[in-house]
């Protein structure tokens, strides 16, 4: 089957800690986002990449980091300096950058703070 | 600034009920619009999307939506609610010269049967 895999699905994070969340899709797409949902305020985005071995800040970035080394993998890295990581990540692929392409959503991860 | 905006939090509808889901966009250019569901702790999926032509656009599950250019609006629209559409809905707009898709809020759509 064809689609974008996360995990894990459930994270707990101690205070001072870095958690690397796994994005992996088999689609073939080119684009690959990261988004973070949080009660009432819809999908904000963190970071996205067009292509292998580049990739840019979104509205939300501080405090995270990713990597684009392979095209089916885009990781994403909460750091200790996110000082309010407790949410629902999701991650997207599009088949490629332009904006006409609906956007194929992974299952997320909810990752709380202990 | 490029926006969109969901005005109801919540819709309740009764099972054989018509629906609708209010959408509605501040983007400079041309819009491309889309909707998608979430149900309880699972990602996004695409329901439908306007891109151009005709302003009624069909999509998954019985679903459609009429992107309506003066009003600057995308409303989602069902014939006959069913007690497994309830679910989160989003509405999402790309514009021109741009490269990120904004979301709106979200609207929890309630199907009492």
Same mark, same amino acid.
């Given at each position: 089957d064809g689609g974008i895999t996360q995990s894990p699905k459930y994270l707990f994070r101690k205070e001072g800690q870095n958690v690397t969340l796994s994005c992996e899709q088999n689609l073939n797409h080119d684009a690959m986002y990261w988004y973070r949902q949080d009660p009432g305020q819809g999908l904000r985005l963190i970071y996205y990449s067009q292509i292998v071995n580049d990739f840019q800040k979104g509205d939300i970035a501080e405090g995270y980091s990713v990597s684009r080394e392979k095209k089916e993998s885009f990781p994403l890295t909460v750091t200790s300096a996110q000082k309010n990581p407790t949410a629902f990540y999701l991650c997207a692929s599009t088949l490629t950058s332009g904006r006409a392409g609906e956007q194929f959503f992974g299952p997320g991860t909810r990752l709380t703070v202990l | 600034?490029? /926006?969109?905006?969901?005005?109801?939090?919540?819709?309740?509808?009764? *099972?054989?009920?018509?629906?609708?889901? &209010?959408? @509605?966009?501040?983007? =400079? $250019?041309?819009?491309?619009? !889309?909707?998608?569901?979430?149900?309880?702790?699972?990602?996004?999926? !695409?329901?439908? &999307?306007?891109? @151009?032509?005709?302003?009624?656009?069909?999509? /998954?599950?019985?679903? *459609?939506? *009429?992107?309506? &250019? =003066?009003? @600057?609006?995308?409303h989602l629209k069902k014939p006959s609610a069913?007690? /497994?559409?309830?679910?989160?809905?989003?509405?999402?707009?790309?514009? @021109? $010269?741009?490269? &990120?898709?904004? !979301?709106g809020a979200g609207t929890r759509l309630f199907v009492k049967a």
């Open positions: - | 600034a490029q /926006s969109v905006a969901q005005p109801e939090d919540q819709v309740n509808v009764a *099972e054989g009920n018509p629906l609708t889901v &209010k959408c @509605t966009y501040s983007v =400079s $250019g041309n819009p491309y619009l !889309f909707w998608y569901v979430q149900y309880p702790n699972r990602g996004l999926q !695409f329901l439908l &999307k306007y891109i @151009t032509g005709d302003n009624l656009v069909k999509g /998954s599950y019985g679903f *459609e939506a *009429e992107f309506n &250019k =003066s009003q @600057t609006s995308f069913l007690v /497994s559409d309830s679910a989160l809905y989003f509405c999402a707009v790309t514009y @021109t $010269g741009g490269f &990120k898709t904004i !979301f």
